[in-house]
């Protein structure tokens, strides 16, 4: 025998111990199983039969026959890690899972049955997030629903101070947007009989008045379910930066291309959703991808929606957490990889 069969073989029994173990915990599915045994079966195959290499060789039109288990080692290892990068992800998910029922189940909770409710997510907003609540409630809306994610501020303290006019839930741990979006619509689900969500900036970028468009639509068409703000469809008092303006132009197209979905301001936080567009829609992707997220569910339940016109009013408070341009790719990534390996 040889060192490179005596090696097949080591290999072997390694990987079949790890695919029994692996499925035996039901860490991955069957198919993952059946191509750990495949690779496995061939590394036996090389050990007791070495000439089919040399087939193999001739099959591939590779330069030498070793050639064939180099490549067909790298697809095995890029395999591996998409299966790793998987797992990770569901880990992750599974903790923002957990740290949302925890922020639940200390929440206050409360049944309101209401016309509307402002969702609003909060994190380091201690500067404006009092501005920002108030002046919903001076417009003659009462309902508000904040998540406070794990700022590192006074932000709690700040929404505390409205302890009897709202709903204020706490991560534990900072989970970003699409979490405490989807902690806000979780809570609703279970407590809250309410009619319209209308999502709002906790930096003060929102025009408050533009929050009765949404709700006059909603009262003409009533097979309505979800309306999208937006900065573009018409001219707005919005003073988007160029910079900004471009990369929200090619988020645009990519999400037009992943989903179908043509929307002129596909990543504007300011919408407004039914309860029965929540009570289908589900978000998992962590990072601001999941805008994109919120539109392919939209395509999956083939919910009716809209544009409307609204003014976004950027400051230097709000233009200072921006995320980079670069982080753009990120979101890209992270959509091509829930769309295609997930």
Same mark, same amino acid.
């Given at each position: ?7 097949? @073989?080591?290999?072997? @029994? ?12 039901? !860490? ?7 191509? /750990?045994?495949?690779? $496995? ?7 007791? /039969? ?10 591939? #039109? ?16 890029? %395999?591996?890690?998409? +299966? ?46 009092? #501005? ?7 417009? &003659? ?14 932000? *709690? ?20 947007? #699409? ?14 009989? @309410? ?16 929050? !009765? !468009? ?10 309505? #379910? @979800?309306?999208? =703000?937006?900065?573009?469809?018409? *001219? ?13 132009? +090619? $988020?645009?197209?990519?999400? %037009?291309?992943?989903? $179908? ?7 504007? &936080? ?8 929540? *009570?289908?829609?589900? +978000? ?19 919910? *009716? ?8 009013? %950027?400051?230097? %408070? ?7 341009? =670069? ?11 829930? !769309? /295609?390996?997930?």
């Amino acid at each position: 025998m040889t060192l490179l069969e005596f090696f097949f @073989i080591i290999s072997w @029994i390694i990987i079949l111990i790890i695919a029994l173990d692996i499925s035996r915990r039901q !860490k991955f599915n069957a198919l993952h199983f059946l191509v /750990f045994i495949w690779v $496995g079966s061939w590394l036996l195959v090389f050990a007791f /039969f070495p000439n089919i290499l040399d087939i193999l060789w001739s099959i591939f #039109w590779v330069a030498r026959w070793a050639d064939v288990l180099v490549y067909s080692s790298i697809i095995f290892l890029l %395999y591996f890690v998409l +299966l790793l990068l998987t797992k990770h992800v569901e880990n992750k998910e599974s903790i923002t899972k957990l740290i949302r029922e925890i922020a639940i189940d200390n929440s206050n909770k409360q049944t309101i049955n209401w016309n509307e409710v402002f969702l609003i997510r909060a994190y380091n907003e201690a500067s404006v997030i009092s #501005w920002v609540i108030q002046k919903i409630f001076d417009a &003659w809306y009462e309902n508000i629903l904040v998540i406070n994610d794990w700022s590192k501020d006074d932000t *709690k303290k700040v929404i505390e101070q409205f302890w009897d006019k709202l709903i204020l839930i706490n991560h534990s741990v900072n989970r970003w947007a #699409w979490a405490a979006l989807e902690t806000g619509f979780e809570y609703i689900r279970r407590f809250w009989n @309410i009619k319209y969500i209308i999502t709002f900036d906790a930096d003060d970028q929102h025009d408050i008045n533009d929050a !009765k !468009k949404f709700l006059n639509l909603f009262q003409k068409e009533s097979d309505l #379910w @979800i309306i999208f =703000g937006s900065r573009f469809i018409e *001219k707005t008092s919005s003073n988007v930066p160029l910079i900004r303006e471009i990369t929200l132009f +090619l $988020g645009k197209i990519f999400t %037009y291309f992943v989903s $179908g979905i043509n929307l002129t301001d596909a990543h504007n &936080w300011f919408r407004a959703l039914t309860l029965e567009s929540v *009570k289908k829609i589900r +978000l998992n992707i962590d990072t601001m991808a999941y805008a994109s997220e919120l539109i392919e569910e939209v395509k999956n339940h083939k919910i *009716k929606f809209k544009e409307v016109p609204v003014n976004i009013t %950027y400051t230097p %408070y709000s233009l200072a957490k921006w995320q980079s341009s =670069g982080n753009a790719i990120n979101i890209v990534l992270r959509i091509i990889w829930s !769309k /295609f390996f997930r």
